[in-house]
C-alpha cells in the first residue's frame, strides 16, 4: 500500500493528528509532554525552570513572553528546542533540546552559554506534571445495555425559529449572541444539541450547561429541550433482558420536566423534578429517574417532551444517557457511576546515594523517571537531600507561587524535599539540576533522561539511565533525520525569521481537545487560546503545505467530515479556508487521488455555506451572504467598524457585509473546478448556478461607486450602510473582498487595487491594514483597526497574481517578509499583528495560525523550483532540476479566460531564457524569481526558465 494509501487509511479511522506521543501539546508551557490514553485523557508534561542560583528563574509560560522561546523543530515532533533568554539578548541563555529516544523515553541536552563578563551559577529543574480530565466511570452489569445521550437516531424539535426572529444580547455585550432554538450541527465537530462536559459518561450528552464563569458551554443548545414535543430517538443497540429505563440528568432552573417514554410496544410518563441548587451543572447534581418499560435489541426509544416548567432565564439540562437494567435501588445505581475527580499528587522515590528519581502517580499507571548525571548533589548530614522541588499549586506561575520560586527551587534547611504549598489543586515535582557553574565565555552541557514506562520504579529507571548512557547515539541519529527533514534557509536574509515560524507552525499543538467523538491532537494559532479554530487552522495548514504536506494535509482532515450530519467541523468565523487550502495542495501536488479522497467531504463543506440556492446563510433571498445569523464575525476581523456598528445598534438581523458573499463565489470557483478536473458535471452546473446567483446580489446591490468599495447592504431598503455623514462604513477589506471572487468589471477591479495600494488609503509602509486611513472611523489602536494581519495579505497577493498585477502582489509578498523579518529578528517572537505607524508585532507571541502564509509568501519569491499562482490555475506539470535550473510548467485556467500572472522562484539573479509554448526570449531576473504574465484558458500552455547560455 502506498504511503498516501497508509494516511487517507489512518485518516479515515480517526481525526487525531498523526504525531507521537511525545510532542510539545502543553497548552501552559514550552516543553515536552506524553499522552498516555487512558480514560481521563491524561498527558505528563515537563516543562524546565531554569534561571540563576537563587536569583532569575524562567518558567517557561506557553501563552504570555517568559524570555522562553520556540527555537527549533521538526514537525514530526522527534526534535523540540527552546532557548531561554537568561540575559537578554544571548549575552547568557540556556539551550534546552528534546530528541526522542523511542515511544517511552526523551533526551534532553541542556546548553548553557555565558558571554557576560562575570562566572554565573546556574539552575535548571524539570517539573512533572500530570494534566488530567476529571472522568465518569460507569460500572455495567452483565445485561446492562448503556446508550449514550448524544447518540441518538433522531433529534425532532419545533417549530425552529426563522433566524430573523433570533435575538441578541444589547450593547457592547453583542459579541455573545442571545439564545436561540436554532442548533447548529458542525460546532466542534457536534452534532446538534449535543453538550460536552467531564461530569458526564464518555464526557458528552444532550443539552446545555453552564461552565464556572457562568458562559454557555454551547450557545445554541439551550432551549430546544424545553420546547414541547421535542422528540429525541435512540436504538437500543443490543440484546438485553433489562425490565426498567433509567434515565440520568441533571438540571438547573427547571421545577419539572415531564416526558413521555415509548418503545413502539408501550410508553409511560416520567416527570423529571430535581432542581439543582448550584449556578453550574456538577456531577453531584445529576439524578436517577426509573420506570419500567421492558425493551430489546433494534427497539426505537423515544423521549418527547411534554411540558417543562422553567423557573429561571438561565435553564440548564444535561441528559447524560439512558441505562437499560434489571437493578434499580438508588444505592446501586449511584454506586454504578463513579467519579474520579481527585486532584492528581506524586509518590516520589530516590534510591539512596543513587541519582534519578520515580514519579509515580495516583491516578495513571505509567510512571515517570528522570535521571541526569548533573542533578543536585546530595548535601552532607545534617541537611536534607532537596532534589525534587514540589508545588502544590495549579500551576507554576502566579502570585502564590513565582515570588517563592526563584528563591526556594533548590533550598531546603528542612524535611526530605522543598515544598511550595499553593492551592493543592496539582502537583508539579521538579528534579533540580544544578549549580552549574560557567565561566566568562564558556559553556557548559548537561543531559536529563526522561522515561515514561509501566513497570516497577527499578525497571523505569534503569530504562532512563540506559537512554542517558546512549545519548551521543541518540543525538547523532536525530540529528542526521534533521538533516534530511528541515528545510534550509542557510544564505537567506529572511532565513531566521522564517525558521521562526517555521517552529511555530510545527509546535503550536495541543492535547485533549475534544472533536466530535474523540479526544484528540490538534494545531492552535496560540497556546493562549488552544483547541479548534476554523479560519485560522486553514491559514495554519497553508503555511504547514510548504513544508509537510501530511501534516497540511492532518488539518484537512479534522476538519472536513464524512459524516451526512455535520457539513464541517465549525469553531469561530465562517471563512471556507479549508476550501483554499485544498486548492493549495492541489496545486503543489495535482494529485487527483487526493483530490479524489476529500471531493464528498468538500462538497459538504461548501455546502454548509452555499447550500442549494437560497442557502441558509442566504437570509434575505437576494443573494447577500450573511454570517451575522451564526455569530457576531463576518471574515474573521473581531473589530471591524461597520460590524461593531452593525452589533451595538441590534443590527444583524437587517445587514449584510461583503465577505461573505465573495469568499462563497471564490469557494464555489473552486470547487467547480474540482468538479471539473473529476469530471463531476452535474456538480459543476450546480455550482455555476450558485455563483451566477450570488455574483448578481454582489453586483446589484453592493457596489458604492463613489467610494471604489463595496458596501454593507440593509436589507430592508436596499440601501448601503453609511456613517450619518453619508460615507461608506465599508471602507477597508470587506469592502475590496471581491477581488477574491473575480466577479468585478475591470472599472470596479482598478478602484479596489487603487484604494487597496494607495499608501494612505489601504496601503501602509508595513503592508495592507484593515481599515482604511482615509475613513473616518479609521484607529490605529485597535485589535485589527489600524493593524497589520498576515491573512488578508495572503488573499489579496493571490487575487491579484490572479488577475495578472505582478507588481503589486509582489509588493504585498515582500512588505510583509520584510515587517515579519524585522520584528522576528528583533524580538525572537512570531507575532499575531503588527501597528500601521511603527511595524511594531503585537498580540500573542507565539503565533502560527494565521500568519501561516508568511511562509507561502517566501517559498513563492526565494525557493528555486517553487512557484505561485492565482486562484483559478491549475498546473499540469511541474518540473524543476535544481543541478541545470531548469524550470518548467505547464499550466492552464479550464474555467477561467484572460490574462493571469505565474510567480516563478528562479533562484539567483541575472540573465534567463523565458520560453512561452516554445516562443523564447531573453528576461532578467533582478532577486532571484520571474513575474510572468501570460494569457490562459482551457488549453494548457506550457513555460520553461533555463539561466541564459
Known sequence: ??????????????????????????????????????????????????????????????????????????????????????????????????????????????????????AREYIASAFSVLRTLRHVELNLLDNDV???????????????????????????????????????????????????????????????????????????????????DTRISYTVPRRT??????????????????????????????TLTHNADSPYIDFADFRHAVLSLPTVAGDTLSLTVISAQVN?????????????????????????????????????????????????????????????EAERPIPPRPYSDGVITSVLHGE?????????????????????????????????????????????????????????AVGSSDDVLAKARMVHHNRHATIKRIEAHYQRTAPDFAGSSYGFSQHKEYVQLATNVVYPTRLGDEYVSTYTPGKRWGGLYTWDAGMHGIGLAEYDLTRSLDIMNQYTVDNPDIEAVLHGPLVPLHIYLMNEIFQKTGDNDLLDAFYDRLKRYVGHFLGEPPSRFDAFGDGLLTAFFDGFNAFGVDDYPAQHFVGINRMFDQVSSVSPTAHGIRAAKIMRLFAYKRAHTQDGLHYDRIIDYLTEGLQSLAWDERSGYYSYVIHESKQHLTTPDGINFNMGLDGVAPLVA???????????????????????????????????????????????????QWFMWKALIGEGELAHAERIALTALDLWKRETDDSYNCWESFDVK??????????????????????????????????????????????TRHFLLTVSTPLRQGRTGIVMAVGEPGPYQLSIDGYSHSVESQGGWLNVALDLSVAPRTVVVEPAG
Open 1 to 118: 500500500m502506498s504511503t498516501i494509501d497508509d494516511m487517507l487509511q489512518r485518516m479515515a479511522a480517526s481525526k487525531d493528528l498523526g504525531l507521537p506521543d511525545w510532542g510539545s501539546t502543553s497548552r501552559h508551557y514550552e516543553g515536552i509532554a506524553k499522552r498516555l490514553h487512558d480514560a481521563r485523557h491524561s498527558a505528563y508534561e515537563i516543562a524546565f525552570a531554569v534561571g540563576h542560583v537563587r536569583r532569575k528563574v524562567i518558567v517557561p509560560d506557553a501563552k504570555f513572553e517568559s524570555g522562553c522561546h520556540a527555537w527549533d523543530a521538526l514537525p514530526d515532533q522527534s526534535y523540540l528546542a527552546y532557548r531561554y533568554q537568561i540575559q537578554w539578548k544571548d549575552i547568557e541563555y540556556a539551550d534546552l533540546e528534546f530528541f526522542t529516544h523511542d515511544e517511552e523515553s526523551v533526551l534532553a541536552r541542556l546548553t548553557f552559554v555565558n558571554d557576560s563578563d562575570l
Open 146 to 228: 448503556w446508550i449514550s445521550a448524544d447518540h441518538y437516531t433522531e433529534l425532532a424539535f419545533g417549530p425552529e425559529v426563522s433566524p430573523n426572529g433570533s435575538s441578541r444580547l444589547e450593547g457592547l455585550g453583542y459579541e455573545l449572541p442571545a439564545l436561540s432554538p436554532l442548533l447548529r450541527p458542525g460546532q466542534d465537530g457536534l452534532q446538534r444539541g449535543v453538550a460536552v462536559a467531564d461530569c458526564l459518561v464518555g464526557t458528552a450528552g444532550l443539552g446545555n450547561h453552564r461552565k464556572q464563569d457562568n458562559a454557555l458551554a454551547v450557545r445554541d443548545n439551550q432551549t430546544f429541550v424545553f420546547q414541547k
Open 241 to 270: 433482558n433489562a425490565l426498567h429505563i433509567v434515565v440520568r440528568y441533571a438540571m438547573v432552573g427547571v421545577e419539572q420536566l415531564t416526558l413521555q417514554i415509548s418503545n413502539g410496544k408501550g410508553s409511560a410518563f416520567l
Open 312 to 372: 429561571s432565564d438561565k435553564p440548564q439540562f444535561l441528559l447524560d444517557g439512558i441505562l437499560l437494567t434489571n437493578q434499580t435501588d438508588a444505592e446501586s445505581l449511584n454506586e454504578r457511576f463513579v467519579w474520579h475527580a481527585e486532584a492528581p499528587r506524586f509518590t516520589i522515590s530516590r534510591l539512596t546515594g543513587q541519582s534519578g528519581v520515580v514519579l509515580t502517580s495516583n491516578i495513571v499507571t505509567p510512571r515517570l523517571a528522570l535521571y541526569s
Open 396 to 452: 507554576l506561575d502566579g502570585v502564590q507561587v513565582s515570588h517563592k520560586l526563584h528563591n526556594e527551587m533548590m533550598v531546603s534547611w528542612y524535611g526530605s524535599e522543598v515544598a511550595i504549598q499553593g492551592d493543592g489543586s496539582n502537583h508539579f515535582a521538579g528534579y533540580n539540576i544544578g549549580p552549574i557553574v560557567v565561566e566568562p565565555g564558556e559553556t557548559r552541557v548537561v543531559y536529563c533522561a526522561i522515561t515514561c
Open 742 to 792: 473575480d466577479v468585478s468589471t475591470p472599472a470596479q477591479k482598478h478602484a479596489m487595487i487603487a484604494n487597496l495600494m494607495t499608501e494612505g488609503r489601504l496601503w501602509t509602509p508595513y503592508g495592507i491594514t484593515t481599515v482604511a486611513q482615509d475613513a473616518p472611523y479609521y484607529r490605529h489602536d485597535g485589535y485589527w483597526n489600524g493593524k497589520i494581519w498576515i491573512p488578508h
Open 838 to 883: 511603527t511595524g511594531q508585532g503585537q498580540g500573542a507571541h507565539q503565533f502560527a495560525g494565521l500568519s501561516g502564509p508568511i511562509a507561502a509568501f517566501y517559498h513563492g519569491y526565494f525557493t528555486p523550483g517553487r512557484f505561485a499562482v492565482g486562484f483559478d490555475t491549475v498546473i499540469e506539470e511541474h518540473e524543476y532540476d535544481p543541478e
